[in-house]
């Protein structure tokens, strides 16, 4: 194992933002893939600790099972690593963090209820539904009001603003202006056969704006200035993208518009770093395990 130092450089007006990170990296694994596996792993044991099981297990243990079943969404590791990249803790955006993957299971799950009667063909899933349709559907009817509940008890007397600020995001992000406008407008384009039209207002709605949601949450948590917490709204919104049009261009042709955004996500960060945005713009190339 070796012991590598992560170090970005800054402009001598951001020097509030200096940061160093520490870390034991395998020799196989790079720097940035240690930096958000670690992320990952620490929002998911915050989530374990928060939903443990326990009585009455008929309602914990599908609750457990479907939070973990859905696919990872590195929204969260963006949350967190936005609150580092302007001066803040882990710890300050961790219950942020959470509560994005909460309401991103809440809704995958939603969406991916198995049902009989679909008009369109049915959806793959990366779910094992262990339950019926009609636990599934509880279960995100209740699962995002409890990740707005676990947001709120990070609350403390230095916070408060800040949290509530992060919980209006959150709630914005999913509501009809944002993922479940994208959810609606896929099958609509699905039903209808036109997908190629929208496909990357879809991306942008279901990726984008959960993304843009994290980056926006970690700088309000991390005490950013509202001209910086709209950078990394930017940024993360145009990651969103980056990852939901790579999640496609194997049948879609998305490897010149790839390029064109990738480049507007790194221009938001210029004044951060200099130009130089190695780790957090890593998250591009980062793949969910």
């Not at 170090?7 to 001598?12: E, L, M, Q």
């Not at 209808?192 to 709605?205: A, F, L, N, P, T």
């Not at 518009?257 to 713009?281: M, N, Y």
Request: some cysteine; proline content about 4%.
């Amino acid at each position: 194992m070796a012991c590598l130092e992560i170090k970005a450089t800054f402009s001598s007006n951001q020097s509030r933002y200096p940061r160093r990170l520490m870390a034991t990296v395998a020799p196989s694994e790079s720097p940035s893939s240690f930096y958000w596996s670690t992320i990952e792993s620490d929002v998911q044991s915050y989530i374990h600790k928060a939903i443990p099981l326990k009585s009455p297990e008929t309602v914990f243990e599908p609750m457990r099972h479907l939070t973990f079943a859905a696919p990872i969404t590195t929204a969260s590791s963006l949350c967190v690593a936005a609150c580092e990249f302007v001066g803040g803790d882990r710890n300050q955006a961790i219950a942020a963090a959470a509560a994005l993957h909460l309401v991103h299971a809440g809704l995958y799950t939603h969406y991916h209820l198995p049902l009989t009667d679909r008009k369109t063909p049915q959806i793959q899933s990366q779910i094992q539904h262990k339950y019926g349709p009609n636990i599934e559907l509880l279960y995100g009817d209740g699962i995002i009001p409890f990740g707005v509940e676990l947001l709120a008890s990070s609350m403390n007397g230095d916070n408060q603003d800040r949290v509530l600020e992060a919980i209006i995001e959150i709630s914005r992000c999913i509501g009809s202006q944002g993922m479940i406008d994208g959810q609606y407008r896929k099958l609509k384009a699905m039903e209808q056969s036109d997908g190629d039209e929208i496909h990357e207002y879809v991306i942008k709605k279901m990726e984008g704006e959960i993304h843009a949601c994290g980056g926006a949450c970690g700088a309000i948590l991390g005490g950013a200035a509202e001209e910086e917490i709209e950078r990394m709204r930017r940024f993360g919104m145009f990651m969103g993208m980056v990852k939901g049009m790579t999640s496609m261009k194997s049948y879609l042709d998305f490897e010149e518009r790839i390029g064109q955004v990738t480049a507007l996500a790194l221009k938001e960060l210029e004044d951060f770093v200099g130009g130089e945005p190695e780790l957090i713009s890593s998250l591009v190339h980062y793949s969910s395990i």
